[in-house]
């Protein structure tokens, strides 16, 4: 698409001048100083702190149901010790000097009724009968409406339902009233100006689905078609108009699906629009490929085009995953896009409706003069802005346009909230055209002047940023999760385990000092959906392979502890780098042989790239010898040595992920390794002799050992030549390892070292003014993300007595909507659980909490999933348990949760805190004090504060606990590697005859 | 003193340019570029690190007596990866290429002539007959002489001896001719000049008496007299002037003192001077009160006055020892010194002969000016240079001043390759007034103006450095060790001794929960010098203590763990202050209590305060939560937190030191301590109980818990509350503590850490070039300080075949000068071992190494010493041992060295490695080649090259070993408190309702 041309810019400047004479002197009443809503605007404009604080405060207000918790909160969120609570703040209460408990009463009432009508000051009606009044009158005023429901988070199908019943309850509400409205300037037929529906409704299909996820294309499509296609039909019935809203970018591949399915399955009826935002990088593509689509098809559409509302989330997304960034990050580069697209689209209205949804008086302009240049047809746009905002600027539009359609959202005040947020944020962004043109009073000429020019402006003021990688590597970034909106991500997987299935099943040899080993015993390695499914026929080490592996390592230690530790280094970059290469197919490899779900798979190899790129760094970070002191006259290095042979022992629930933690930690250290995979994973833990090749390690340095714990784990444990074990798994095998390890045995030179990670049993606590769309979304996946198999799983939800039943009965109605079945399948959340052991211990557990509590939900088996022999057991939650039940005291490893009730913080901590584990933790709250409570009294190795408790990132996650779920090792974090290296330090007398050599960092004379 | 007066000026600078134009157009030899030494020089002067290499050359080349250890130190010294051998030291070599054997050994033969012979230049003879020759032919030239014997290092009385008997030799060979030389200027009575003696020796009075230390001032000038006094009465026989030669400054009150002895011994004997320094910041001082003492004793005598020639140390030990440096830091102020202490001589040259030392022509003509101004006698004042140096300078001063006397040395090239470095550090100093003169051709004014001005010059030009302390704490820095060059310091222990015999002996009670506890059970700790001197009768716990201690621990690490780490500090910032306060009194109850020396019982007392100084820092620096990653819109902090109560097990050999250090790191990480102190040092142990108390810290935190090891250890070990064990002693009770640690008792909640340091078998390496001046006094330190009870101490001297007889003869001669006998009194080099457990333990190894090797020493205990009932042992060297004995595999922790024989490097490391333990080492080597290789191959946790094995300074040298040595932990090291401290992470999704405040160090879009 090419831009407008820029000899259109002299009349669009003209015209944009002309609009703002004809508003001059009005102001939108957000940013009315005489009004609170102003006060506050400019406040927050001025000052981030307390703009973070008021946007926070704005969400948190509809929890705070007590005039208790409403006054807490007022002075956790503004009376810091150094300010009290502004006094923008207590604009409109009385009087009389602030304090003291009536007089704070009085005051909290009012911040609370000010929010609230700040709120209904861009919200048409809490009800349906309200909204329609409102829309009556707007009608009055000669403006057309599109309706919008609030409440886009649902967390399960029931809410997704009741959603949808407020579109119909709403659109019923309507079609008793439709007939006694008069068309807008009395229009023909009965439609507005002649040529548009009077009813109009947008909708935010995410919502109306709650299962939704990019990874589950087609099945996320067919929900919300389901969902969508009563409240379409009503729409057609009263001969409405129905525009699919665009939401975060992760749902507009299935949302444009959406919008063909229903289109095609309608041909006929022509009132069906669609948004686009043109803030993404892809607009331009997005608009071509849908009207290219519409045209092939023969059928007309009509596309609503806006900015884009989630500009903020976008962005951390994807910073926060290394993703690339895909909105436009210079607002000016979306202004041009936006005016280049709708100049596309207008160039397209033969086949394409346009709604212009703006209130940049530049965009509109240019969208006008344009539409004039191409001399379309007035029947074929119109122009939307928000209710309750940009007064002056639909006031000109009406103006000049005549057809003005005011977005309309409607509900209650709670996801009203969440709306008001998003537009304050707008409206004080310092790059918001409203804030440059009626709060900053910015020049018309720049207003008004071509954003290709802006850009031009904006970009001459930046330097280039230096990289920050200075002849070393470049600072370590986690590896990207997998971006299921891409059809690549997506296509991988079905194609990695095809392949995988026509080359398993053989026998797994293992390698011992560079060479293949086969043993007489094996074990079978299974698909856990279906046992009859093997992935290999594993070799199983006995005593005397573990010797001669310990012996290959021994003699491999000699020379690769001297190895400098950039080589070191560089063999995991290199490893790294197989992974990189590979990632589907290692990937895939877990799905079938420990069922792992697809986005959970690529994590965990992802997690296993991390720590190689990490470790790597770690060990040139302290590879480098360190100036001890600064004497002249001598020189003081402390550097670090590798401690010898490590002994690595996985488990199988992050089979790469965690072995190749610990093995690569000790071999970047100079430490060669004889590992032992868990059983359940081994052909995983094969992928590892692959990757080392790759990476070109020497013989004898990597080790892969198999083998029955019963036969040889105390023999490798006890082994004299054995410097280091590092071991994740349960608590009792950590502590027999521990016991074992500190015995000498004879010829044993070193005192050995033992890195146990072991087991959790981790709360998460919902406080009163949790933030439930997440928090419950968040247990959900922390208790049965991987089937509960993970030493991060919630095993215990720790509920505030007074939002207890409002958090129980949303969670179990998302715990009775997610899809069970083979974790092939990615529409499935829940698949089976690693092996016939794991289902009988689990089962038993589910026994011991139906006995101990009252169970809350239990997902039995299908018949069809049980007919398939796979590992599956019922996803459980069990409520009105209590810390001295086992349910609440053993690791179950499985997806059983138990809900625990507390009466306050004191108590929920307490709960939190009464096991002997301590390894991670969660608390979803919008209370800074208790947040700041948890930061410090809720004692585990990894806490979260509003997000879940699982899924923990290398460095910026470091992971691991104590008490008894470890030794207090943070694996992936900065003294991680310091476990496998004993320290030395040589210290040079470098005077002689009275003569030393000064050093630059001596401390010498001044 | 008051400065030369500036009304002077004038004269000087006239003088100083006639002197000037005198000597135009000469230059002294070492400049002389046509020459190899002035090419070397003037290379030198541009190159440092090439200076660095070649006076290290310089000074190892007269112990490279095979032509193969040339070549190789050549390669070594010069061949460095990026450069040959520089065309410099080719010079004179023949004109083929360079390159081949037989090239390289004549290129070899012309580098060490070329050596030699510049050191030719300084030297006047080598021998005495050669030297009499020379000085002959200087009287011919109309110079007088000053006769210096080169080889100041002696290391036993043997070498002191010898030392002296050299000095004798040269006065007989002189004697019989003396009788043939004229007086020089035909003077009157056979005198030169017709007033001072033709002959005229210096001697360097720390070389007559190997034991000179200052501690023990009243031993080291009797033996200094004892040792000179031959000498002096020989140069009286021959009507000759002795000048006593000043040293660095922890000799010169001895020296001083050893004028003072031998002038009024012989007060009818005229001619004996002594030197002062001009650089020393006390030398105004240290000249009046010597003529003070001169007009007090009615004495006429005779100073010589110089700069100063140990600059370079001085500054180097003062900042290695945070003492005040003693020297001006401006070498202006140096000049001033003396111009301003010179003309102080002269205006007391009724009662000071004054001999003026200096190449500097500024310096001489200011003399000159001062004394024609105050009119002093020619006879009572004369000029003085060196030989070989400043040939113009002394030409010069002969035309003005005739009275031109030259120091000469003479001896060994051995000992004059030291003197030759030191000239060479002379001449190539930015400062020196020769190397400005004559090298760098500076401009005459600014030779010749006023010192005064340079200094203001050179001051002008510095910016005030800012201070380090930028509102958190300064630098970490040791506590300087004693200073006994100050009365005060020396006189500090017989106070504080005789302080403690007044009230030590009563009863000693636990304290535990911040209460005294007294016990049925006592144990008596006595002092081993006399065994019934009672310090203390010690309660001593049992078990039902032990549980109330812990009780105590765990209840107050409630609270105590939750202590802002600042605070936590700052109480060990207390306890150091208390410490520094009390810093003789502490160090005078280990003299007593475990027989420590003076200055080991103070370096104890300053490591604990380093301790406590150290980890307070490093508290403070982990006590801030790290972010980890830079996602936005999330906040994640690394911090950690105290394990839990820990039990410090501390040995009695560093009594105060080592408890302090393991006590304060638990504290300081919030884990109240249950400590345990070794039954030989309780009282030592109850000194931490004032030390706490005095820092305020909370009952509970730390409880004093004295008690048989039998008794209640493994009660201590075992208990589930105990989080930590900090444990320093035998490897044998490290064990078993570990092995203990490690299993699980009823009720524990934790996995117990372990922090154990244990034994060692240390090795010191002496290489075939090693400096066995400093090697033999190291070896002897290490193996036989505080009667070798150190961890650290040597046990094994690994000595390369070559220098075998040469290193042993010399280390057992010292070894048998060295005087046995109480800590108490500061000339005992050794004391008793610490109870009579240990005697036993002692005596047993001596007779398994008797049985196994050589006898080389054994000081058998005195009559008198035996009579004490102390616990006294043989000192004891043994000699063909090899690494298969017993006595070179077992810890003996006493006074028992092996003398153990390597044929190469390669094998001198293999013997070093050869134990199970690793935990100090060290080597004497001038071999840059075998320096790395030890750095990298010789595997101990602190290795020192050409340093003792002893002495570890925290931070500088953080200790600590591995294998059965210990854990790899490094005590006052960076890593030591993570032991400590679980690691937590709190992660904070920032994000509400898409929106996340972006932070400052947020990895956002640039």
Redesign the interface.
């Known amino acids: 698409m090419s831009a407008t041309p820029t000899s259109l810019d002299p009349r669009i400047i003209t015209r944009g001048r002309e609009f703002f004479s004809s508003i001059s002197g009005e102001s939108p009443s957000v940013f009315n100083k005489g009004w609170w809503t102003g006060k506050v605007m400019d406040w927050a404009m001025k000052n981030?702190d307390f703009k973070?604080q008021m946007?926070?405060f704005v969400?948190v207000l509809p929890y705070l149901s007590t005039s208790e918790s409403l006054s807490r909160h007022i002075e956790e969120y503004f009376a810091g010790d150094d300010s009290n609570i502004p006094d923008v703040l207590k604009w409109g209460a009385t009087k009389t000097k602030f304090g003291g408990g009536l007089v704070a009463k009085v005051l909290n009432k009012t911040i609370r009724s000010n929010i609230e009508s700040m709120a209904r000051q861009f919200i048409i009606g809490q009800e349906a009968k309200e909204a329609v009044k409102g829309i009556k009158k707007l009608r009055k005023d000669g403006f057309a409406f599109v309706l919008d429901l609030l409440g886009e988070a649902t967390v399960s199908e029931v809410e997704s339902a009741a959603y949808r019943d407020g579109y119909l309850e709403v659109l019923n509400a309507i079609h008793k009233e439709l007939d006694k409205w008069n068309a807008l300037d009395n229009g023909a037929g009965g439609l507005d100006w002649g040529h548009t529906p009077k009813v109009n409704v947008a909708v935010k299909p995410s919502a109306f689905y709650s299962q939704s996820k990019p990874v589950d294309l087609e099945g996320t499509v067919d929900g919300m078609v389901a969902s969508i296609e009563p409240v379409y039909k009503k729409v057609m019935e009263m001969g409405g108009f129905m525009c699919i809203d665009m939401e975060q970018l992760k749902y507009k591949e299935a949302t444009v699906e959406l919008y063909k399915r229903l289109r095609t399955k309608y041909p006929d009826y022509p009132h069906l629009g669609i948004v686009f935002q043109a803030y993404l990088r892809s607009v331009d593509e997005d608009v071509s490929s849908f009207i290219g689509w519409a045209r092939e098809v023969n059928l007309p559409v009509s596309i609503r085009l806006v900015k884009g509302a989630?500009w903020?989330?976008e962005?951390?997304?994807a910073?926060?995953n290394d993703w690339p960034?895909p909105v436009w990050?210079h607002k000016p580069e979306s202004d041009m896009a936006y005016e280049r697209v709708g100049r596309y689209i207008l160039e397209n209205s033969d086949i394409c409706h346009f709604a212009c949804a703006s209130h940049n008086i530049r965009t509109i302009s240019a969208i006008m003069e344009s539409a004039a240049e191409l001399k379309v047809p007035e029947e074929r746009y119109e122009f939307q802005v928000l209710y309750g905002m940009a007064e002056p600027v639909r006031k000109g539009l009406k103006n000049v346009a005549k057809r003005v359609r005011l977005y309309c959202p409607y509900g209650d005040l709670l996801p009203g909230m969440?709306y008001l947020?998003?537009r304050l944020?707008e409206n004080t962004a310092n790059e918001s055209f409203l804030k440059q043109t009626f709060a900053d009073e910015a020049d018309m000429d720049r207003l008004l002047e071509n954003p290709a020019e802006t850009l031009r402006r904006q970009l001459e003021g930046k330097c280039v940023?230096p990289s920050e990688d200075k002849g070393g590597l470049p600072r370590f970034k986690?590896f990207p999760p997998a971006d299921f909106t891409l059809a690549a991500e997506r296509d991988a997987y079905p194609a990695s385990i095809a392949k995988l299935r026509k080359t398993m099943g053989g026998t797994v040899p293992l390698y011992i000092n560079g060479q293949d080993v086969t043993t007489a015993d094996t074990l079978d390695s299974y698909n856990p959906a279906l046992p009859s499914e093997i992935l290999g026929s594993v070799c199983q080490a006995g005593v005397e392979e573990v010797d001669r592996a310990v012996e290959a390592a021994s003699a491999a230690y000699l020379t690769w502890r001297?190895v400098a530790p950039e080589e070191r280094a560089e063999a995991l970059l290199k490893a790294a780098q197989y992974l990189k290469d590979n990632v589907h197919d290692m990937a895939a490899l877990q799905v079938l042989e420990v069922g792992k779900q697809w986005d959970q798979a690529q994590a965990d190899v992802g997690e296993a790239i991390d720590f190689l790129e990490y470790y790597a760094r770690e060990m040139i970070r302290l590879g480098k010898p360190?100036r001890?002191?600064r004497?002249?006259?001598?020189m003081?290095?402390?550097f670090y040595?590798g401690?010898g042979v490590a002994a690595v022992i996985a488990p199988w629930n992050f089979p790469m992920a965690i072995s190749v933690g610990m093995v690569s930690a000790a071999i970047v250290c100079g430490n060669p390794v004889v590992y032992k995979p868990a059983g359940s994973s081994s052909c995983v833990g094969r992928a590892l002799v692959d990757m080392w090749k790759a990476a070109g390690l020497p013989d004898g340095v990597f080790n892969y050992c198999p083998g029955r714990g019963s036969v040889m784990g105390d023999h490798l444990v006890d082994h004299p030549e054995v410097s280091v074990i590092a071991f994740t798994g349960s608590m009792e095998v950590g502590?027999r390892i521990?016991?074992r390890?500190?015995?000498?045995q004879p010829g044993q030179?070193?005192?050995k070292?033992v890195i146990?990670e072991m087991g959790g049993k981790n709360a998460i606590i919902i406080d009163d003014d949790a933030?439930l769309d997440e928090a419950v979304l968040g247990v959900l996946y922390s208790a049965f993300g991987f089937q509960g198999q993970k030493c991060s799983a919630c095993s215990r939800v720790v509920v505030l007595d007074s939002i207890y039943d409002r958090f129980v009965e949303r969670l179990t109605e998302a715990a009775k909507s997610v899809k069970l079945g083979p974790s092939e399948n990615p529409a499935n959340y829940m698949g089976p659980v690693v092996d016939k052991a794991a289902q009988q211990n689990v089962l038993r557990y589910v026994k011991i909490a139906e006995e101990e509590g009252r169970v809350l939900v239990k997902r039995e088996v299908s018949e069809d999933l049980k007919a398939t022999g796979g590992c599956y057991v019922p996803l459980t939650i069990v409520g009105d348990i209590t810390r001295d039940h086992r349910i609440a005291q053993e690791e179950v490893f499985g997806p059983v949760l138990s809900v625990m009730r507390a009466k306050d913080m004191d108590e929920a901590l307490a709960i939190a805190n009464s096991t002997?584990f301590?390894l991670t933790g969660a608390i979803y709250s919008?209370s800074p004090r208790n947040?700041e409570r948890?930061?410090?009294e809720f004692?585990?190795?990894?806490?979260?504060?509003?997000?879940p408790s699982v899924g923990a990132?290398v460095?910026?996650?470091?992971?691991?606990g104590?008490?008894?779920s470890?030794?207090?090792?943070?694996s992936g974090?900065?003294?991680y590697l310091?476990q496998f290296?004993?320290?030395?330090?040589?210290?040079?007398?470098t005077?002689?005859?009275?003569?030393?050599?000064i050093e630059e960092d001596?401390?010498?004379?001044?």
Do not use: I
Request: aromatic fraction near 8%.
């Open positions: 981030e973070v946007f926070r969400d989630y903020d989330y962005t951390v997304l910073k926060q960034v990050t969440a947020v998003r944020l940023t986690n001297d360190r001890m002191g004497a002249p006259g001598e003081s290095h402390l040595q401690k502590l521990q016991e390890a500190a015995k000498v030179q070193q005192c070292r146990a933030d002997k301590a919008r947040l948890a930061y410090k004692r585990v190795g990894n806490l979260y504060l509003n997000k990132l460095e910026r996650h470091a992971f691991g104590f008490k008894m470890g030794v207090g090792s943070k974090g900065p003294d310091l290296l004993d320290p030395r330090l040589v210290c040079e007398n005077m002689r005859r009275g003569f030393a050599p001596d401390d010498w004379l001044s």
